[in-house]
């Protein structure tokens, strides 16, 4: 029996944060519903859940992520609404997303992504070269503070957190001289005035799946199955196989300095992946090719051989 479409009068409903981001992302993937099954916006509804990684006062206390919960401080609240049925489908930055989905729910549907590179924010738009020794970077990201001080022992690196606006008023106020962001948020909310230099992926590998938005059904949903199947983005998808099967073969997590990026070449899919100390002391790096439907084998075993090369004593440091 064929499904009903969504309505004004039964809409489906789309579970997302409440930041500028992610309402953007979340009203991205509405207008593609709408426009795939020739419907109304009001089709659909934009449902906000606070998550706990909303908390003002986690983010004001600049700790680190590892510190406060990981990646399911975005994620674990809106999967609930989405297992119980407050909400139909759930957008998510993928880069926040866990690799491991919590049981009835699954994750198939990629939209197209954007730019996969880290932005090198300055007031004054300096490039990460021309920055002094001893200036101060300041960064959430445990990765980019371990690639960073791999590639500039003689930077300061700090923790700091918060949206756009908050870290450029951070970097007015002097806590520090720069910070990264993502090219991709950048570009999606439009701030073309902030200053920026893109950093070049050979210069700092993005986090997997940086610049992907990823949507989230519950597994027994047929209707949602085959309205997710007409936007999604199959290039995206088959990148995102190689990257985080590559992830979940390391057991990563946003506590580990962990970057890789995929690529294609006509049928070729070819990955790059690094592993780093926190400190910056050590970076191993390797990469691979494969036909496109090997991806996620690709990525595992591109793993296996990163993680033979550093050896057991390489991650000590996650249990520490």
């Known amino acids: ?10 809409p489906l409903k789309i579970g ?7 309402l953007f992302q979340a ?7 709408a426009s795939a099954f020739d419907l109304p916006l009001d089709a659909f509804e934009i449902v906000v859940i606070r998550t706990t990684g909303d908390d003002r006062a986690l983010i004001a206390a600049d700790k680190p992520l590892k510190d406060i919960g990981g990646k399911g401080l975005f994620t674990k609240e809106i999967e609930e609404a ?5 909400i139909d489908i759930a957008v998510h930055s993928m880069k926040d997303m866990p690799v491991d989905q919590p049981d009835g729910l699954t994750l198939d549907c990629h939209l197209p992504r954007e730019d996969v590179r880290d932005a090198f924010v300055t007031l004054d ?30 930077l300061q690196v700090v923790e700091f957190r918060g949206n756009v606006q908050t870290r450029m008023r951070k ?3 002097g806590v520090a001289d720069a910070t990264f962001l993502a090219c ?29 938005i990823g949507i989230e059904r519950r597994t027994d949903d047929p209707r949602v199955a085959s309205m997710l199947e007409a936007i999604h983005d199959t290039p995206t998808g088959q990148r995102l196989a190689a990257e985080r099967a590559y992830l979940a073969a390391l057991d990563g997590s946003c506590e580990t300095p962990i970057a890789g990026l995929a690529e294609l070449d006509g049928g070729t899919i070819q990955l790059r992946g690094e592993i780093l100390r926190p400190d910056g002391s050590e970076c191993l790096a390797d990469a691979g090719s494969a036909p496109i439907e090997d991806a996620a084998d690709l990525g595992r075993e591109l793993a296996l051989r990163l993680k033979k090369e550093a050896g057991d004593g390489f991650f000590d440091w996650r249990t520490g």
């Open 1 to 10: 029996m064929k499904q009903p479409l969504p309505s004004p009068v039964s």
């Open 27 to 33: 009203n991205e993937t509405r207008a593609r519903l």
């Open 184 to 212: 991709a948020g950048l570009n999606r909310l439009g701030l073309t005035e902030v200053a920026r230099v893109p950093v070049s992926p050979e210069e700092l590998l993005p986090a997997v799946a940086q610049g992907a």
């Open 82 to 86: 989405l297992l119980d049925g407050t």
């Open 16 to 22: 997302t944060r409440g930041s500028p981001l992610a």
């Open 171 to 173: 970097l007015a106020e």
């Open 125 to 154: 738009g300096r490039a990460l070269d021309d920055l002094p020794s001893g200036a101060i970077v300041g960064t959430s990201s445990l990765r980019r503070r371990a690639q960073l001080l791999y590639r500039r022992p003689n």
